[in-house]
Structures are given as C-alpha cells and as structure tokens.
C-alpha cells in the first residue's frame, strides 16, 4: 500500500462558548494509505464527528493540518476545499441522504453528470447493478427499504471512483441482518477499487473488521492507534 493518501498531523478543535473555550478533539496524529481502513469509535460525544469533519475538510482545526491526496487543506479557501472533497472523496451517511424527487438511477447518476461525465448512465446503472439493485433503477428513496436506500447511497459514494470514502454511523438506522450485508457490500467495494476506508461507528464488530482502530473519550485518543 505505501503512498499516504491522508494524514493529520497534531490536529485539535477547540470552540469558543459562554462558559469559555471548550476542547472537542485534543491534539493526535494519524497517517492512512491507499487501500487502508481505519474505524474510530467511542461514546456520543467523544468527538468521532469532528474528527470525521476535519478529516474530510468539512471543518477545519484549531491546530494542526489534514493533508488529503497531497493536499494541505487548511492553505485552501472553501471553494478549493470543495474541489478536493469532490475529486478524491465519497461519503455515506446514516440518513442516506437522498434526493426524493430523484429515482435510484438519477440519484447516482447527479454526482456524475456534475462533473461532466458522459458515460454517467451506463456507469450509474453498472453501479447499481454491482449493489444489486439492477431492478430497483426507476423506483424513487420512498419506494426503497432502508437497506437499498443505503445501497443507492453505496453506489453514489462510488461513482466517483474516491481515493478516501467516509462512512459516518453507515448502518446506524438498519436491523442487524440488513446491517451486515451493507458492512459486506462497503468491505468488497473497498478491497475492489483500493480506496481508503473511514468509518464512524458504534458497532464493534464492524470497527474490528477495520485493519487499524481509533478510540476516542470526550476528544482524547484512548490507546495507540491499533494495529
């Protein structure tokens, strides 16, 4: 694996209140490559979102620097961060986050007409097809079951072909089983196409089946980072 395809380095978030500054991530380090799966878990509140955020370049530090695809993101304006996110990074989120006025097909296709592909159909549908909904193209969210609303938001996070997918509680709103073949599909996509995989959750099991685990308490880095 070898080339770094995303650091941080002593990257901290501290937020101004009435009661005074509040440290919501306390300084750590980290460094993944392509290819590479790291899960960070801990309680509500313990600042894995903001960690994720950060990470991503939905937010930026108080301290410290995330270097994403050779990117410094803090020397960036909002509209190169932008840029950056949508050329090398895919997410998924628990509430799927999909566009209802769109079917399945046209909800992977948007990411990729945005960027001027021409071949965006074909690759939508081959996509859906891969998470197997090649039957469900037409139908819109609402007519879809949880697990294949998150399906459609599997193969719009793909679609893209991302150097780094981020994954904030991705089975958060499934049942166990459903849960499962979800963990299964985002397993076999990421060992598929090499991208680097993060994951937010509050399942153990799906941390373990990360090759490098993160565990946070109220900001602080519990543990070395393992393995």
């Known amino acids: 694996m070898g080339e770094s395809i995303l650091t941080a380095q002593n ?10 500054e509040l440290t919501i991530l306390h300084p750590l380090s980290l460094a993944l490559n392509k290819g590479d799966s790291l899960a960070i878990v801990g309680a509500s509140g313990s600042g894995k979102s903001t960690l994720l955020g950060l990470l991503a370049g939905l937010d930026l530090p108080s301290e410290g620097e995330v270097i994403l695809a050779g990117r410094a993101l803090s020397t960036l304006d909002e509209d190169q961060r932008a840029r950056v996110r949508a050329e090398h990074v895919g997410f998924v989120f628990q509430s799927f986050q999909l566009l209802d006025s769109l079917n399945a097909l046209e909800n992977v296709m948007l990411p990729l007409e945005l960027d001027g592909r021409k071949d965006a159909r074909a690759h939508a549908r081959h996509l859906l097809e891969r998470v197997g909904l090649g039957q469900r193209l037409s139908h819109s969210p609402r007519q879809l079951s949880g697990g294949e609303q998150q399906r459609v938001a599997i193969a719009r996070a793909f679609a893209a072909n991302p150097d780094v997918l981020f994954a904030d ?5 499934l049942d166990s089983h459903t849960g499962e073949r979800i963990t299964d599909l985002l397993f076999e996509l990421n060992k598929e196409r090499g991208t680097t995989l993060v994951l937010v959750t509050h399942d153990e099991r799906l941390a373990h089946r990360c090759r490098r685990l993160i565990r946070l308490e109220a900001g602080h880095l519990v543990g070395p980072l393992e393995p």
């Open 169 to 173: 509680e991705p089975t958060g709103n």
């Open 11 to 20: 990257l901290s978030k501290v937020v101004h209140s009435a009661e005074g």
